[in-house]
C-alpha cells in the first residue's frame, strides 16, 4: 500500500521560500507521476506541479511557474517542492499525490494521498 508523508510546511512572510517534502513508501514508483495539489479555505483542491518519476519530467499550472520547482529524489524516495517567492494567496494545506501513469491535473484521477501540510503565508 502507498504511503505518502508531507513535511516542511509553516508560517513565511510574502517573498520568503519554503520547501516541503513527500516521503513515498509502499511500491517502486518508477512508472509513476508524482503530483502536488493545494486546498486553501472555502475553495476546491488545485492541481500545482507533477513530476514523472522514470525520467523527471515536469509541469506546472500558470500561477506558480517560474516560482515553484518540483523534483523526485530517487535515493531518499521522495518528492520535493521547492516554493520561492511566497504570496499570501498561496497559503493552503499543500497535499502529495500519486498516480499510476502519466500526469494528470485534476485530483480525481489521483489513488493515493498524504495527509497535507499546512502552508501559511504572511502580508
Known amino acids: 500500500q502507498v504511503q505518502l508523508i508531507e513535511s516542511g510546511g509553516g508560517m513565511v512572510q510574502a517573498g520568503d521560500s519554503l520547501t516541503l517534502s513527500c516521503a513515498a513508501s509502499?511500491?517502486?514508483?518508477?512508472?509513476?507521476?508524482m503530483s502536488w495539489f493545494r486546498q486553501a479555505p472555502g475553495k476546491e483542491r488545485e492541481f500545482i506541479a507533477a513530476v514523472l518519476w522514470s525520467d523527471g519530467s515536469t509541469g506546472y499550472t500558470p500561477s506558480v511557474k517560474g516560482r515553484f520547482t518540483i523534483s523526485r529524489d530517487n535515493d531518499k524516495n521522495t518528492v520535493n517542492l521547492q516554493m520561492n517567492s511566497l504570496k499570501p494567496e498561496d497559503t493552503a494545506v499543500y497535499y502529495c499525490a500519486a498516480r499510476r501513469g502519466l500526469p494528470r491535473s485534476s485530483e480525481h484521477e489521483y489513488d493515493d494521498w498524504g495527509q497535507g501540510t499546512q502552508v501559511t503565508v504572511s502580508s
Open positions: 509502499g511500491r517502486t514508483f518508477t512508472s509513476y507521476t
